[in-house]
């Protein structure tokens, strides 16, 4: 006999997919023209996981560099030594970009590429994760070296009626290495490119910074040993380095520059398993502890109740200062959202894991007959879900416009698949299609959702995944000079951007 969770669950199961086939057989010839003339589409790429050049031109070692090639970190074994040399081979991107015929909008400018600055200020800064965190190192002409490049790169955009947007991703977890990159590092990229860049994103993902870098040290710096409480000092400073940088740029640069900053989170958005009270709680808690960790200060002034209940005094405090420099720091939210999952209350954790424990939630990937949850369906009626719930939550913040800044779906290196079967990414097509179709029901709906950029522009580095995974529109040949090929999700694009094919 089936149990009551389980019919529940298949229940709900039942209701999504009904939902979301009649979305989507609603808008099967869905175009850009469907979507509002301001809306922003794009697509990203990270410089860690593209540039390569690590040792080149006196750029300097990031935590990256150091974490990726110690052994054991990296499941293939590989590094990013080269990644996909998109440093000397950035003007042949944006030459086939702009050969691609994609008219894309970055915010009110005409842009494609989000290129992170992020990763090379990062490769400025070598930090001790001993003691105190005193050791940082901030070479004027490692500084001078990456300014120099990303000026190039940003010059060659320009001139192609390409613009940018660009990450300065200042973080670290300690106030004197907080201080050194305001002071240096974001100044820096202020005055150098304000002229040209006009949308800057603080941090991304500090969730996967605190908790995979800090808690189960998949990620760099790969610390596991203070895990119960490393990971929340870690956000905390994040939200502080995002808060300082924010009210540089609104004293210093913003009204002379005209630009706009914000904050981008991401989340594998939840849907409780069952209508039971206690996994509606549990599904809340689950979203606190990824978006309301980040954006509850910045709306409130404080973590989510519910994370000072579970956590007690491993949750540091903000101080009356830090409070006013938080409150409506952003102009706009960034969101990376990949898929989502049932959530269901559990007092005990199968996954043996601190940070779910702790949340008491179990995250469901199969149904209890052992059937995957991993449709299409399922990850993009997430969409809908955090749409909506985003417009809501980010009320009390000036309904501050959401942007999707990263959403895709992955392919497995496989080295026996055929080339041309690699190139004809037709799963990842429908992926796209059924997004954008959610998407454009939730700006119906009413979310002030104002822009869509996918990830990612080629296939890259993937962090601690190596080369395993495929995210890109363009396709990268690791074994015949990382030569540029454009898989069908490239073609699929430009097509739906010129209105010639449809979601």
Same mark, same amino acid.
């Given at each position: 006999?089936?149990?009551?969770?389980?019919i529940?669950?298949?229940?709900?199961?039942?209701?999504?997919?009904?939902?979301?086939?009649?979305?989507?057989?609603?808008?099967?010839?869905?175009?850009?023209a469907?979507?509002?003339?301001d809306?922003?589409?794009?697509?990203?790429?990270?410089?860690?996981?593209?540039?390569?050049?690590?040792?080149?031109d006196?750029?300097?070692?990031?935590?990256?560099?150091?974490?990726?090639?110690?052994?054991?970190?990296?499941?293939?074994?590989?590094?990013?030594?080269?990644?996909?040399?998109?440093?000397?081979?950035?003007?042949?991107?944006?030459?086939?970009?702009?050969?691609?015929?994609?008219?894309?909008?970055?915010?009110?400018?005409?842009?494609?590429?989000?290129?992170?600055?992020?990763?090379?200020?990062?490769g400025?800064?070598?930090?001790?994760?001993?003691?105190?965190?005193?050791?940082?190192?901030?070479?004027?002409?490692?500084?001078?070296?990456?300014?120099e490049?990303y000026?190039?790169?940003?010059?060659?955009?320009?001139?192609?009626? *390409? $613009?940018?947007?660009?990450?300065?991703?200042?973080? /670290? &977890?300690y106030?004197?290495v907080? #201080?050194?990159?305001?002071?240096? +590092?974001?100044?820096?990229?202020?005055?150098?490119?304000?002229?040209?860049?006009?949308?800057?994103?603080?941090?991304?993902?500090?969730?996967?910074?605190?908790?995979?870098?800090?808690?189960?040290?998949?990620?760099?710096?790969?610390?596991?040993?203070?895990?119960?409480?490393?990971?929340?000092?870690?956000?905390?400073?994040?939200?502080?380095?995002?808060?300082?940088?924010?009210?540089?740029?609104?004293?210093k640069?913003?009204?002379?520059q005209?630009?706009?900053?914000?904050?981008?989170?991401?989340?594998?958005?939840s849907?409780?398993?069952?209508?039971?009270?206690?996994?509606?709680?549990?599904?809340?808690?689950?979203?606190?502890?990824?978006?309301?960790?980040?954006?509850?200060?910045?709306?409130?002034?404080?973590?989510?109740?519910?994370?000072?209940?579970? *956590? $007690?005094?491993?949750?540091?405090?903000?101080?009356? /200062? &830090?409070?006013?420099?938080?409150? #409506?720091?952003?102009?706009?939210? +960034?969101?990376n959202?990949?898929?989502?999952?049932?959530v269901?209350?559990?007092?005990?954790?199968?996954?043996?894991?601190?940070?779910?424990?702790?949340?008491?939630?179990?995250?469901?990937?199969?149904?209890?007959?052992?059937?995957?949850?991993?449709?299409?369906?399922?990850?993009?009626?997430?969409?809908?879900g955090?749409?909506?719930?985003?417009?809501?939550?980010?009320?009390?913040?000036?309904?501050?416009?959401?942007?999707i800044?990263e959403?895709?779906?992955?392919?497995?290196?496989?080295?026996?698949?055929?080339?041309?079967?690699?190139?004809?990414?037709?799963?990842?097509?429908?992926?796209?299609?059924?997004?954008?179709?959610a998407?454009?029901?939730?700006?119906?709906?009413?979310?002030?959702?104002?822009?869509?950029?996918?990830w990612?522009?080629?296939?890259?580095?993937?962090?601690?995944l190596?080369?395993?995974? /495929?995210?890109?529109?363009?396709?990268?040949?690791?074994?015949?000079?990382?030569?540029?090929?454009?898989?069908?999700?490239?073609?699929?694009?430009?097509?739906?951007?010129?209105?010639?094919?449809?979601?």
């Amino acid at each position: 006999m089936a149990s009551t969770a389980m019919i529940e669950g298949l229940e709900k199961k039942r209701k999504i997919e009904e939902e979301w086939r009649s979305i989507y057989a609603t808008k099967q010839s869905l175009t850009r023209a469907d979507f509002p003339p301001d809306f922003t589409f794009g697509v990203a790429t990270a410089a860690f996981q593209v540039e390569g050049a690590c040792d080149e031109d006196g750029r300097g070692p990031s935590i990256w560099d150091a974490f990726s090639h110690a052994p054991g970190n990296i499941c293939d074994g590989s590094n990013a030594h080269v990644a996909v040399d998109q440093y000397h081979r950035y003007k042949e991107d944006i030459e086939l970009i702009a050969n691609w015929d994609l008219e894309l909008t970055d915010f009110l400018y005409h842009g494609v590429v989000f290129f992170q600055v992020c990763d090379s200020l990062l490769g400025i800064v070598e930090i001790s994760t001993t003691t105190a965190m005193e050791s940082i190192w901030l070479s004027n002409t490692q500084l001078c070296l990456n300014e120099e490049w990303y000026v190039q790169l940003a010059d060659t955009i320009s001139a192609d009626g *390409l $613009g940018t947007k660009v990450n300065i991703e200042g973080i /670290r &977890h300690y106030n004197n290495v907080i #201080n050194a990159l305001l002071d240096k +590092g974001m100044k820096l990229v202020f005055s150098s490119f304000g002229d040209r860049v006009k949308n800057w994103i603080t941090i991304n993902e500090p969730l996967q910074t605190a908790v995979n870098g800090y808690y189960t040290g998949v990620y760099a710096p790969g610390r596991r040993e203070h895990s119960s409480n490393e990971p929340y000092l870690v956000a905390h400073h994040q939200l502080l380095a995002h808060a300082e940088a924010v009210s540089i740029y609104n004293k210093k640069y913003k009204d002379k520059q005209g630009g706009q900053i914000g904050l981008v989170v991401d989340c594998e958005w939840s849907e409780a398993l069952s209508d039971r009270v206690e996994d509606r709680n549990a599904t809340t808690r689950r979203l606190d502890f990824q978006l309301g960790w980040f954006l509850d200060p910045i709306c409130f002034g404080d973590y989510p109740e519910t994370m000072r209940e579970k *956590l $007690g005094d491993r949750l540091p405090k903000f101080s009356e /200062r &830090h409070k006013e420099l938080l409150k #409506n720091s952003v102009d706009f939210i +960034g969101l990376n959202h990949y898929t989502t999952r049932f959530v269901c209350h559990a007092t005990v954790n199968r996954e043996d894991n601190d940070f779910y424990r702790v949340q008491e939630v179990e995250r469901i990937a199969e149904w209890e007959g052992g059937e995957t949850i991993g449709s299409i369906a399922l990850a993009l009626y997430g969409s809908l879900g955090h749409m909506e719930s985003s417009r809501l939550h980010f009320y009390e913040i000036q309904q501050s416009p959401v942007y999707i800044t990263e959403n895709g779906m992955d392919d497995e290196e496989d080295e026996t698949s055929p080339f041309n079967h690699m190139l004809d990414d037709k799963l990842r097509v429908s992926y796209y299609k059924g997004y954008l179709a959610a998407i454009h029901q939730a700006i119906k709906d009413g979310a002030n959702v104002r822009g869509y950029f996918a990830w990612s522009l080629l296939d890259n580095f993937e962090w601690h995944l190596g080369y395993t995974k /495929r995210f890109g529109l363009i396709y990268v040949d690791y074994k015949n000079g990382l030569t540029r090929h454009l898989k069908s999700s490239a073609y699929w694009f430009s097509q739906f951007l010129k209105a010639e094919g449809g979601a």
